[in-house]
């Protein structure tokens, strides 16, 4: 066993929660019993997961999305419920979001854009990459990568019928905002999660002939938890770890 602390500790070292100013809270957000055993990681939070928490007997889950988001005012409702299992079976919960979309080394987005072997060249949509690719591929390229490696059915739109050169990288989700700098920025084609609004990125993407994957939510949000699960590991080896694996239609 190892206490929490020291894990939280390493954790907070290597991510930096409180660099970011986000919409969840980062960090330790529930905290339970002080000696783990074994620990657990997924993309999400619900019910579901902790339940499979307590089933599994994990001391400490670590997640990509939180369940204490800012603007709460009340604890009611299925909100109450899922802290209540947390605390009543002793589980500790920590959360990554933008730390883990941004980070460098082994974030959602550096992740994905090694995938097509490209260099970071600057920031796009905040936190995500633009890359540019050793060699310039065809849409159909960068679509086979997608479906070998993140998403079997990614939806797409290719309005760009030129070889491929500058592609942008946003796990998650992609707004209308950041479409638009990514046209200012010449980007030849983005790959994201899921669209904001996806009838206007229909016509916009059309008439700048600009290239659109969508490779899945959850897809794209896997890359980073499942990284850090790996380096968890071999800080703290004598512990037992599992990914839970519960993907959303998005």
């Known amino acids: 066993m190892v206490e929490r602390d020291i894990i939280v500790e390493y954790l907070n070292n290597i991510l930096q929660p409180s660099l970011y100013s986000d919409i969840t809270y980062n960090g ?31 001391d400490l889950l670590i997640t990509h999305h939180g369940l204490i988001w800012k603007g709460w005012n009340r604890i009611s409702g299925i909100n109450k419920q899922r802290i209540s299992l947390l605390i009543k079976n002793d589980i500790n919960l920590y959360v990554s979001h933008l730390p883990l979309d941004v980070n460098k080394n082994f974030g959602n987005n550096i992740k ?51 070889k491929i050169k500058k592609i942008g990288i946003c796990s998650g989700s992609l ?5 638009e700098e990514g ?23 059309k008439e700048n002939k600009i290239s659109i994957i969508f490779a899945g ?26 990914f839970i694996d519960k993907p959303i239609i998005f």
């Open 28 to 58: 330790l957000q529930v905290e339970g019993k002080d000696k783990i055993k074994k620990i657990g990681f997924s993309v999400d939070c619900s019910f579901e997961i902790f339940n499979l928490c307590v089933t599994l007997n994990i």
């Open 112 to 162: 994905i854009l090694n995938l097509f072997n490209a260099e970071s060249s600057d920031i796009f949509a905040n936190v995500g990459i633009i890359g540019i690719l050793g060699v310039e591929k065809s849409f159909d390229d960068l679509l086979n990568i997608v479906k070998n490696n993140i998403n079997k059915n990614p939806k797409f739109i290719n309005y760009n019928e030129n």
């Open 175 to 179: 707004s209308l905002a950041n479409l």
């Open 183 to 205: 046209i200012s920025k010449n980007i030849d084609c983005i790959i994201t999660g899921e669209a904001m609004g996806e009838s206007m990125f229909y016509y916009i993407a």
């Open 217 to 242: 939510h959850y897809e794209t949000e896997k890359f980073g938890i499942l990284s850090l699960m790996e380096i968890i590991k071999n800080e703290f080896k004598n512990l037992e770890f599992l």
